[in-house]
């Protein structure tokens, strides 16, 4: 199985290291990740600018190839152009990760994680987003690296829709601890946020972003709870995104004519 | 009525500048917007770096607040911050726009015109994202400027349901040759790309996005066919990204345990 690996948080965070450690047992892993942090980039794509690719070594060997862009730019880059270039094998899986932080609710729609999968799907490969449920910078991705091993070749076996990626978020505990897999909906908590108003040495002002997570949804089938039960929360998210419900009603009731 | 106008082509750019124009005869406009150029942002929030806003003239008039960050913050911190802290009215609709080329099928999930309005929702304020569909530098905003002088009252008086937007894209014909207002799927068109490599003059390799649009749906109710057709297309879009026929498969026949 050929597996490239992306993420967010960067190619020299521990998230993708864990990752990459995991599936180099299971399959010939490329990575082609942001050369730096890229977290809440949503599906960007760079087009005013041209991308960079240095090759990125870890520990004294190759780690993969660092790109001067987004995670959608990765994806797009070494499905599209690199590695036919550089006749490397085309992945039968695309697994972005290991996030450090949960993508769940709305944080899916900010996620350079998810965005990454989502590219993948759009360009026609199978493709994972995986999250550890945990800011802490000593967080142990360990349990979520060992999942991703035993669950990735199930997916490419099983398969999946065309257009449809697997949003995985994995609970920051050990994997004794785990209470299995349940396969939840986006659900709908959300950020209380505000901008803190601060004066720089130059005495200008500035606004910083911060905010508290509501998890308001208490829907059983939710991502967010399934992560409260220390279950492994797996959705399976698609970008169609019509509302199809209200356009029925946007054709019964609505203006026609301009 | 208060609306806020956005984009992602800049606050300097044509597109709201007509947009503003006509919505100024309709209500009370106020523009927050990108000082710089935005294309294909997604929906990136700016996390790592503070955000500063400055006063735009236009004119020898003050046109409206530009800030250094993307559509989504735009929205974002008018909402949440700073409309309260210069006593300015909450909006009751946000319009995000003219944006200067479609927004239709896969180029929706890039698009940070649409971003933009994703944001107001999930803050709980209606929003409509309005595209003219066409790249040429002399295109004529007035026929989709004067629609949605037309069209958003319509909107705020209609309601929409929470959670969702209507993404507009307008054919670039003169208005009495656009042939009414159909309610569309997001269409399943996608771009054929590819990365141009290039060498810069140090002699380092650098890699271009570029690509050619493939209307391949042929589906008589998505927005692509509506727009060949000369109609206004409104697809209503939101951000529950569930697969929720998927999800059944998979709580029927994917494993549970880890």
Known sequence: MNILVTNDDGINSRGIYELVRALREIGNVIVMAPLGEQSAVGHALTVSLPLRVTEFHK???????????????????ALRTFFDERRLPQPDIVVSGINHGR??????????????????????????????????????????????????????????PRGTLLNV??????????????????????????????????????????????????????????IRENKISIT????????????ETLRSHWPKTF
């Open 59 to 77: 520990n004294g060997e190759f780690f993969g190839f660092a790109v001067s862009g987004t995670p959608a730019d990765c994806v797009k880059l």
């Open 236 to 247: 399976p998210i698609h970008y169609d995104l019509t509302n199809h419900a209200f356009l």
């Open 103 to 160: 993508n769940t609710a709305v944080n899916i729609i900010y996620s350079g994680t998810v965005s990454a999968a989502t590219e993948a799907t759009v360009l026609d490969v199978p493709a994972i987003a995986v999250s550890l449920t945990s800011y802490h910078p000593e967080a142990d991705f360990g349990p979520a690296a060992e999942f991703m091993k035993r669950f990735t070749p199930n997916v490419a076996s099983l398969g999946l």
């Open 169 to 226: 978020n994995v609970p920051a505990v050990p994997s004794n601890e785990i209470e299995g897999i349940v396969y939840t909906k986006q659900g709908a908590s959300f950020w209380e946020d505000e901008f803190e108003k601060r004066v720089d040495p130059q005495e200008r002002p500035y606004y910083w972003l911060k905010g508290r997570y509501i998890l308001e949804d208490k829907d059983p089938s939710i991502d967010d709870i399934a």
